[in-house]
Structure formats: C-alpha cells, structure tokens
C-alpha cells in the first residue's frame, strides 16, 4: 500500500533536519515526513568540527562560498543569518561560543548536544522521520511524488531533496540525490569534487618526511600564465601523504577546479607568510657569520628549517656571507614560493564538502522551489554552493534548510 503524506523530505542532515522542523512550526496540520537511508542519524553533524560541531561562523558573506553567484548565495543567507541561526539554537537548549577565530561552536564542546536539539526540536514540530529508509527513485504523477524505496513507497505534494553531496560517502550522502534530480528535470553542474580535502604529493616528497609538522603558511594558485587566483593563510599540516590543515583545505578546491581547465595551473607555498621573497633575500644578505638554518630555525621548527635548506642544496654550516647570489635566491625562493607537484588529493571519503551540484539559477530563492519542477525543493549541500572551513557550509544547511520548510506546504 503507498503511504501519503502533504510533505516528504529525504535527508535527514544539517539542512533536512532544519527543514522539517521550519515545515513542521509553520504548516502544522500537514503530515511530514523526513527519510533517510542511514542506521543512524546525524553522521555528519556529529564529526563535524573533530565531534564540537562548529555550527556556524561569527562574520558570514557570500564571498567565503564558491560555486553558484555569490549574489544568489547571499540572497539565501539573508534570509536566516547568523543573529537568527545562534537564537534559534538558543531556543533549542544549545547556548553557541564564539572561538578567537570567530567559529561559534555549542558551549558544551559536543557535538552530540546539537544533534540531539535538532532531533528533539523535530519531534516537537509533529514531524516523524523514518530510517533507515533509503529512497531509490522518485517520480511525479499527477501533481504529486511517488518517493520510491525497498522499504515500500510514499506520495506527497511536496518533496524536499536535502541529500546531500557526495562527502563522506559512509555517512549515506553517496550522491544518488543527484540522479534523482536530474530524473525530475534538473541539471547538475558540469563539475562535481571534492572540497575541503587534503592535497597529496609523491610519496618521496620531503614534505612528507615532515609529517606531524604544523605551521602558519599561505598557499597560492597560479594559472600557467603567470595570474594569481587564490592565496590562503592559515594553519597548514604536514602529513606522510602531503598537506592538510585549513589553508590546504580552504585552497583544495581552487586547485581542483583550476587543474580542469588548466593543467599547468601551479601552487606554491610561502613558509613564512609575512614575507615577500624579496624581503627574504634582503634577510639572508643581512646574515653576516649566522647560518641560514640558524636563522630559520628562529622562525619555524628546526626540522623544517634544514629540510629547506637541503633543498636549496646549502649545507647547515654555510654562513650568511658565505651564500652566492644564486644559493640566496634559490633559498628565497624555497622558503617563500616552493612549487608544490601536487599529486591528486584524498578523495570524497576525506573531503567535507562537495563543489557543484544544482546550480541556484534553477532554483526560486525566496523559496528554494525548483524553477523546473513545481513542488520540489532543494535545500543544503545537495546546490551548487561550497564554503570555507569554519561553520559556513552548516549556515548554508540552516539557511536553505529554513527557507525551504517555511516554504513547503504552500505548494
Ligand atoms: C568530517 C566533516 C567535518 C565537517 N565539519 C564541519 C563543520 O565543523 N562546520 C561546517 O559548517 N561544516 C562541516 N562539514 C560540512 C557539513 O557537515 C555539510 O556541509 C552539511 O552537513 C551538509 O548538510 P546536508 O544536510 O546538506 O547533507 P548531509 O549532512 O550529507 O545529509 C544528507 C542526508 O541524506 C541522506 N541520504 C542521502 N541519499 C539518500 C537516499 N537516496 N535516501 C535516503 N537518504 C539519503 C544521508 O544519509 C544523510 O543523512 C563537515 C563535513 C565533514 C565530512
């Protein structure tokens, strides 16, 4: 026998959690129902920010995504800001701190307080979610879904597909959303890859002799005529399969997306990122009798400081003025632009986002409608958008999540 419901949402993440508890609060004389493929709920959420869940960023604007226009995106965030996201935790019980960095995370460092918030915040909305329920396919008929599974089928009037994009694929956000999509009408972008991921580099690269070692440094992206594209300052960690930390993670994407079209496209790091490789020069002319490994040593762990110059070939005994113009200029240029031969990155099952998905120009944003497929709405990663690490890809969950559940049952 097929179920009916007014509404069905599939995914019951960040963004389709939000929407049902919005659906429910706003519509509560409809039936709605959230399904999702997972044995447990909340994988994401409860991984998220090493298991503190870092819910949201103190300073949110459109310029921290990429993907879609950065004016489409900021239409969405508008709607349900950061102001609206801490008093809407609040009001579920999870009082949020802001860390120096301006990420807010829940005061009791756990993730699990968020989950459990949400969920309870769920039930309260006369909202049932059913798992594990993994939908296989959906189809319009007549005005109305027919949300296919193993488990047996439901129609609805509206359906919101909160699925997700293909990050931590275990976690069940395996990417079949887009298919179902694209089997009502959708486009999906050209592109789909991971972002925020660490970055490999082969295996006999000293970087990866380094491993443990964590550092301020920036990461540049050149295209192969020369044009800076992107630049990110910030933590960086060595790993034995190369780079990682929020400047590798902030840049992957850049990167990724720039190799498509330009293979050639280079990216450097600068190991001291408050110097130019001018000013670098400058210091190692100034060295008199002190060592250049000395001298760094001074300004970033000792490890680092030998590795760099074994690469620039200087032995550790070579005074300062003892370097020739060339070995000045080769260091320079190792300590503030090494080239990195990035190898590939770690893939979907270490990325925390995915870049592409449903371009927002197909979507309504003052109801995140489907512009293709009446009834329909959209809503978290499963849309064209990806944020920088620090809470903004969860404010984009919350934001579309929200518009998308007060929206619903108006279908
Ligand atoms: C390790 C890690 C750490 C992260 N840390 C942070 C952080 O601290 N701050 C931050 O802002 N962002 C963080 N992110 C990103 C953030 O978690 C995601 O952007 C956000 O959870 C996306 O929410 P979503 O609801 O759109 O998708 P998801 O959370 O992926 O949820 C989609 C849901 O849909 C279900 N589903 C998928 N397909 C089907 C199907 N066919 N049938 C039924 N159900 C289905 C899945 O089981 C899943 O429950 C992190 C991500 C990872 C992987």
């Given at each position: 026998?097929?179920e009916?419901?007014?509404?069905?949402?599939?995914g019951?993440?960040?963004?389709?959690?939000?929407?049902?508890?919005?659906?429910?609060?706003?519509?509560?004389?409809?039936?709605?129902?959230i399904?999702?493929?997972?044995r447990?709920l909340?994988a994401?959420?409860?991984?998220?920010?090493g298991?503190?869940c870092n819910?949201t960023h103190?300073?949110?604007d459109?310029?921290a995504y990429?993907?879609?226009?950065?004016?489409?995106?900021?239409?969405v965030?508008?709607?349900?800001?950061v102001?609206?996201?801490?008093?809407?935790f609040?009001?579920l019980?999870?009082?949020?701190?802001?860390?120096?960095?301006g990420?807010?995370?829940?005061?009791?460092?756990?993730?699990?307080?968020?989950?459990d918030?949400?969920?309870?915040?769920?039930?309260?909305?006369?909202?049932?979610?059913?798992y594990p329920r993994?939908?296989?396919?959906?189809?319009?008929?007549n005005?109305?879904?027919?949300?296919?599974?193993?488990?047996?089928?439901?129609?609805?009037?509206?359906f919101?597909l909160a699925?997700?994009?293909?990050?931590?694929?275990?976690?069940?956000?395996?990417g079949?959303?887009?298919?179902m999509?694209?089997?009502l009408?959708?486009q999906?972008?050209?592109?789909?890859?991971?972002?925020?991921?660490p970055l490999?580099?082969?295996?006999?690269?000293?970087?990866?002799?380094?491993?443990?070692?964590?550092?301020?440094?920036?990461?540049?992206?050149?295209?192969?005529?020369?044009?800076?594209?992107?630049?990110?300052?910030?933590s960086?960690?060595?790993t034995?399969?190369?780079?990682?930390?929020?400047?590798?993670?902030?840049?992957?994407?850049?990167?990724?997306?720039?190799?498509?079209?330009?293979?050639?496209?280079?990216?450097?790091?600068?190991?001291?990122?408050?110097?130019?490789?001018?000013?670098c020069?400058a210091?190692?002319?100034?060295?008199?009798?002190?060592?250049?490994?000395?001298?760094?040593?001074?300004r970033?762990?000792?490890?680092l400081a030998?590795a760099l110059?074994?690469q620039?070939?200087?032995?550790?005994?070579?005074?300062?003025?003892?370097?020739?113009?060339e070995q000045?200029k080769?260091?320079?240029?190792?300590i503030?632009?090494l080239?990195?031969?990035?190898?590939g990155?770690?893939?979907?099952?270490y990325?925390?986002?995915?870049?592409?998905?449903?371009?927002?120009?197909e979507?309504r944003?003052e109801?995140?409608e489907?512009?293709?497929c009446?009834?329909?709405?959209?809503?978290?990663e499963?849309?064209?958008?990806d944020?920088?690490?620090?809470?903004?890809?969860f404010?984009?969950?919350w934001?579309?999540?929200?518009i998308?559940?007060v929206?619903?049952?108006r279908?």
């Amino acid at each position: 026998m097929t179920e009916q419901a007014e509404v069905v949402i599939v995914g019951a993440g960040a963004a389709g959690l939000m929407a049902g508890i919005w659906a429910g609060r706003t519509f509560p004389h409809d039936s709605i129902v959230i399904l999702d493929g997972a044995r447990k709920l909340g994988a994401k959420i409860l991984v998220a920010g090493g298991g503190r869940c870092n819910v949201t960023h103190d300073e949110v604007d459109a310029n921290a995504y990429a993907g879609s226009s950065r004016n489409a995106i900021k239409k969405v965030l508008r709607r349900f800001d950061v102001p609206q996201t801490t008093a809407f935790f609040r009001e579920l019980g999870v009082t949020l701190k802001r860390e120096e960095t301006g990420k807010l995370f829940p005061t009791t460092d756990s993730a699990q307080t968020v989950l459990d918030a949400l969920l309870r915040a769920v039930r309260e909305a006369g909202v049932m979610i059913q798992y594990p329920r993994r939908v296989q396919s959906i189809r319009k008929e007549n005005d109305r879904f027919r949300v296919v599974g193993e488990w047996g089928e439901i129609e609805a009037k509206s359906f919101v597909l909160a699925t997700g994009g293909r990050s931590l694929p275990k976690s069940g956000s395996d990417g079949q959303g887009y298919e179902m999509a694209r089997s009502l009408g959708h486009q999906i972008t050209r592109r789909i890859f991971p972002a925020l991921v660490p970055l490999t580099l082969p295996k006999d690269h000293f970087i990866c002799q380094l491993s443990g070692l964590t550092l301020p440094a920036t990461i540049e992206l050149y295209s192969s005529s020369g044009k800076k594209i992107a630049a990110f300052t910030d933590s960086t960690l060595c790993t034995h399969f190369g780079l990682s930390g929020p400047s590798i993670l902030d840049f992957s994407r850049y990167y990724i997306d720039a190799k498509f079209d330009d293979p050639n496209a280079i990216a450097t790091i600068n190991w001291l990122p408050e110097m130019t490789t001018e000013q670098c020069e400058a210091e190692l002319l100034a060295l008199g009798r002190m060592s250049p490994a000395r001298y760094l040593s001074q300004r970033m762990p000792e490890r680092l400081a030998r590795a760099l110059c074994e690469q620039a070939r200087i032995d550790s005994g070579t005074h300062g003025d003892q370097l020739t113009r060339e070995q000045r200029k080769t260091l320079a240029r190792t300590i503030t632009r090494l080239e990195l031969p990035i190898s590939g990155n770690r893939g979907f099952t270490y990325a925390e986002v995915t870049a592409g998905g449903i371009p927002l120009s197909e979507i309504r944003l003052e109801t995140m409608e489907s512009r293709v497929c009446p009834g329909l709405y959209l809503c978290g990663e499963i849309c064209d958008v990806d944020g920088r690490i620090g809470g903004y890809n969860f404010q984009w969950a919350w934001s579309s999540g929200y518009i998308a559940g007060v929206s619903v049952g108006r279908a």
